[in-house]
């Protein structure tokens, strides 16, 4: 043992090999991305430190014989002293380094969706049956006028003089999240491409530029404009259905990103515009936005860009005065303001910030959506709210609360396999989502996945049908900010007034 | 050939006017009255089309711009050559703040001062080579995580950068500085040495490009030695972080 390789830090999970199920096909050991499994020879051997309960192994062996447990030699409990804590400390100590990880907060916050209920109808409103009657799920993402102007054809019919704003037209009131060519592999983007186009809604390139295979899916594609404005040019600015700024993300508000130079490869540094191996930095702020008067100008940069007919949507981190500052993005011009909740996913944030900084969307939703309705001007913007949409109930009750449509990260990730490590950072993910290592992005098949994506979007928009339906409501706008049709259990008063609904029973 | 009056034209009409020029064909375009007007030549394409301006244009001139020529008689303002792609930009006067901010190709040619967040996050790929030369000084927080291309500060009339905050967090890029300067109070991720025959050799054609767009000697500006600054790492924060 010498003094550097010495360590006070245990493996937190085991890697135990049945050896007589095992029949020696080393599937583990190709599968496996972080180098657990070796062949020693005449059977499988594990290195349980290099194991990150990532699931893979003991998906595909083909004898089950594999388990994964907790290390079950315990660092000794201790109600303050947490087991993360005491090994952060040592991790830290033995490093001197910030401590970063993927995915969202694994924090035992609130879940302020799993304490609010939903009305339905009962004899003197009768409830809608979805598989026999249209329900609509149909939405449309981008500023509406404040009053329509009618006129009369020759006809004599009724025609629309108003021109309407670009607007993006969703099938169902889905989107996926932002999660850049980088962050996540090619064959995971295509995947969500593939997904997007069939079920007709829309993905984001997050910030690192559009990759040629995907210029094709334009229509169902929002470009993103970040503080590193890694692929941004007036052609992708127009490639796409729309353009959104990036001022924040819920899993590391007020911070900027970071592409170790490591991940940029030459396909990477073609698509970011970048040069291969060099770090792409996203700073911290946009170095042109100071304040909302220069965020309209931005937004209006854009929409000069691309002749006014692109929607453009700003995405911001919900923060503590969030109302004020959506208030204040909707009068600087956008056409959609994107809201990432605190649970929201990162592929890598410092954890000082990703677990104590930012709001729950529920909250941010409710005062947002009250704000804008006292100012008059909800019609300016739609809004879409992100940070862990966990099932349809959240989705749902995200809508009742003030949403026009909710974004999906982490839960399409989860479609491609991932079981929420949190590894995303280290870029060894076995499921060949968050990697650039070829022999792990081959395995992700974008054809099988984009139809479980499609599959999954598509069992949610059947589910809110049904819960419309027993709310006696035929179409999901009728369902927007109608916060009379929720409760709360199991919430203080203060939490009820700031969620805006009342307690169950009342 | 094509002149517009800008004298009380909002902005979007008169890019719109500007915009519809470019689809029919014309090349040349003399914008008269200028006063402010955001956003001129903002994502325009055509490597053949020239704008000559009179008067002051307003922020975000040639943002996104992918290819013209802008040519501005006075001074601009802030935020020119915005995440520009290619092209070039001729100030013949003064510029203000966050000049070149993500500027990936083409060149800004400023005769006079420039102010805060110059050449923040610029970058080269490729073929593509961002240049900036800025014929007197710069304010803070200049060259900020420059990531690539080229920024030249020529100190015309006896100026130095003034600010604070210089070249911090560059991980690329050079920037050329026709003057010794004390540069131990600035930035401590990079480099600061004498220029060389190679780098001279490379500056040349821009900075007689440079001396012809403001009919100065060139002879005189190259007469004096350069230093230049490069980062001392494409990642400079490589070692800041430990995985969970």
Known sequence: MTKTSFSNLQPEYLALVDHNKCVRCKRCIQNCGWGTYSFGGDKILADHSKCVACGRCYTYCPEGAISIVKNPTVIRENANWKENLVQNIWRQSETGGIIISGMGTTFKYKKYFDHILLDACQVTNPSIDPLREPMELRTYLGKKPAKLDLGMDENGEPVLKSKMPPQIELQTPFVFGAMSYGSISLNAQKAIALAARALGIVMNTGEGGLHDDLVPFGKNIIVQVASGRFGVHRDYLNSGIAVEIKIGQGAKPGIGGHLPGEKIGLDISRTRMIPVGTDAISPAPHHDIYSIEDLRQLIYAIKEATDYEKPVSVKVAAVHNIAAIVSGIVRAGADIVYIDGYTGGTGAAPNIVRDHVGLPIELALAQVDERLREEGIRNEASIIAAGSIRSSADAVKAIALGADAVAIGTAALIVMGCHVCGKCNTGNCSWGITTQRPELVRRLDPEVYGERLYNLISAWSHEIQEVLGAMGVNSIESLRGSRERLRGVELTDAELKALGIKHAGL | ?244
């Open chain 2, 1 to 244: 050939m094509m002149t517009i009056d800008a004298a009380g034209m909002p902005y979007k009409e008169l890019n719109k006017q500007i915009r519809e020029g470019i689809a029919k064909g014309i090349k040349k375009f003399f914008l008269e009255n200028v006063n402010g007007q955001y956003y001129i030549g903002d994502g325009i394409k055509g490597d053949d089309v020239i704008i000559n301006i009179n008067g002051t244009p307003g922020n975000d001139l040639g943002a996104f711009m992918d290819g013209p020529t802008l040519i501005v008689n006075n001074n601009a303002q802030d935020n020119i050559g915005n995440t520009m792609n290619s092209g070039k930009i001729i100030v013949k006067g003064d510029a203000g703040d966050v000049v070149g901010y993500g500027m990936r190709g083409g060149r800004i040619y400023i005769f006079g001062n420039a102010g805060y967040r110059v050449g923040i996050h610029m970058k080269g790929y490729n073929e593509q080579l961002p240049v900036i030369i800025i014929g007197g000084k710069v304010g803070s927080f200049f060259a900020e995580y420059m990531a690539g291309g080229v920024i030249v500060l020529l100190g015309l009339n006896n100026t130095e950068p003034d600010g604070e905050y210089f070249a911090s967090g560059m991980h690329g890029g050079t920037i050329y500085i026709r003057k010794n300067i004390d540069f131990s109070k600035y930035s401590k991720e990079v480099e600061f040495i004498q220029a060389d025959e190679n780098d001279m050799n490379f500056l040349k054609k821009y900075l007689m490009e440079y001396s012809d767009s403001f009919n100065i000697s060139a002879e005189e500006i190259l007469g004096s030695s350069f230093y230049k600054i490069t980062p001392s790492s494409a990642r400079p924060y490589a070692h800041l972080y430990t995985s969970a």
